[in-house]
């Protein structure tokens, strides 16, 4: 934990707020700074990595004990405690308004915080990334020349000094910049990218590429999938002639590779692992799995009906008509629901979660193919719950995570889902059987 950040001021509660306040205000502050809604901003990215940090840690009793310690220790060094409550209320205002985008007055705010506390480096930062938007590079200059003055450790701050160098085409120093915010934190995402992004400009390919590397793994790390889509495609965009090349002779053998491996990652763990299956894959990428999903699925739901019943009335082109209706159906379904709620992301997440909900029931309907013909019930009973429960659990966590809405929503949205769906298969096959 760095000894500058202000968990209760990044969070923007009390120090006595309840864990229940803690979890509101982190929810709208989320909501406000989730990559999914902000794409290819990095800015909005460090934003929500830094709620997300401060929510682990206030809503842990114990660390949030041990982190009140240390930042009471560390406010013993403040002038009084009227004017750290006055310069708070200020840095307060200064966060409202620049919620609300009025910069220059959020500067004025952090800027009346900062003459009754002149050590106040949270509101140096603050104003720093405020004179950052309005394109003021010297002033970020100067207020990161103050922070690293008072704390030369605060990664933000070279960070900030490295985005303002770059501007002003300071490249070179810009990378140095970055490399000290890297020292002191050594996770830094988008120190990472930004570097990566000065050495492309300066010709240098290979630190390039390795420090883009490093970013897109740890904005994977960090379910950041917007920003991990963006960084891997500035190195493809290094190595123009590879990715041609893989284009034209790779795509069969990367389509494999890249459905057995996101298998391997959600199947066993669609709660986990659904979110990281996911942010791996570029948005053409996801769309080609989830079908190939749906198109598995189908496949294992008409061998497992020949391998089940002996005599069959329906064809085999009319049974796999059958079997596709859910992915349709779902697809349409979550489109709308998605929409509805407002939730975050596009049509190639909908096709992704769907395809990977129904992989479950499809080798649920293939594995009861094999044992109907032995009369297990009891292993029929497990295999049903199983099958049914993993494509649930899919669904949820696509819902929560994909599309980042709240868990009361995606509980009344996937059972909704799937009775709509389950009610569409039912019509269908209730028509197939009359017509026939």
């Known amino acids: 934990m760095a000894k500058t950040e202000d968990y209760y001021f990044i969070l923007q509660v009390s120090s006595d707020a309840s864990t229940q306040d803690i979890k509101a205000s982190f929810r709208r502050l989320a909501r406000q700074y989730h990559p999914d809604l902000n794409p290819n901003d990095l800015v909005a990215a460090e934003k929500f990595k830094l709620i997300s940090q401060a929510y682990n840690v206030l809503c842990d009793t114990t660390k949030r004990r041990r982190y009140d310690r240390e930042l009471a220790f560390g406010n013993q060094t403040t002038k009084t405690k009227n004017s750290a409550s006055s310069s708070q209320d200020y840095y307060f205002k200064g966060v409202q308004k620049s919620q609300q985008r009025q910069y220059q007055r959020a500067i004025d705010y952090y800027s009346k915080a900062i003459e009754l506390d002149g050590n106040f480096v949270e509101a140096y930062l603050k104003r720093c990334e405020m004179r950052y938007k309005l394109g003021d590079n010297q002033g970020v200059l100067e207020d990161c020349s103050r922070v690293l003055e008072i704390d030369g450790t605060v990664a933000k701050a070279h960070y900030y000094q490295g985005r303002a160098r770059y501007r002003l085409g300071y490249t070179q120093s810009a990378i140095d910049s970055y490399t000290q915010a890297i020292y002191h934190e050594n996770s830094y995402a988008q120190a990472y990218y930004y570097r990566g992004i000065a050495y492309r400009d300066l010709k240098d390919s290979l630190p390039a590429v390795e420090d883009l590397h490093t970013a897109a793994e740890l904005f994977r790390l960090q379910g950041n999938h917007s920003a991990y889509r963006l960084t891997k495609k500035n190195i493809q965009g290094l190595n123009p002639k590879n990715w041609q090349i893989n284009e034209l002779f790779g795509w069969s053998g990367n389509l494999l590779t890249n459905v057995l491996t996101t298998l391997v990652i959600y199947l066993f763990n669609p709660g986990g692992g659904l979110l990281p299956a996911f942010a791996r894959l570029e948005k053409q990428q996801a769309m080609e799995v989830g079908i190939i999903y749906a198109a598995l699925t189908d496949f294992f739901f008409l ?113 909704s889902m799937l009775i709509i769906s389950g009610s569409l298969v039912y019509f269908a096959l209730s028509t197939l059987v009359i017509s026939t």
């Open 303 to 415: 061998i497992g009906i020949y391998m089940s019943f002996e005599e069959i009335n329906f064809s085999w082109l009319e049974l796999l008509l059958i079997g596709s209706v859910p992915f349709f159906s779902l697809i349409i379904i979550a489109n709308l629901m998605r929409n509805l709620c407002r939730g975050s992301g596009g049509i190639e997440g909908d096709i992704f979660m769907v395809g990977a909900a129904l992989i479950p029931l499809g080798l649920m309907t293939l594995i009861l193919g094999f044992i109907l013909s032995f009369s297990f019930n009891l292993l029929i009973i497990i295999m049903l719950i199983y099958g049914f429960c993993y494509s649930i659990l899919t669904l949820y966590s696509g819902c929560t995570q994909l599309w980042n809405i709240s868990e009361t929503k995606a509980a009344l949205i996937v059972p």
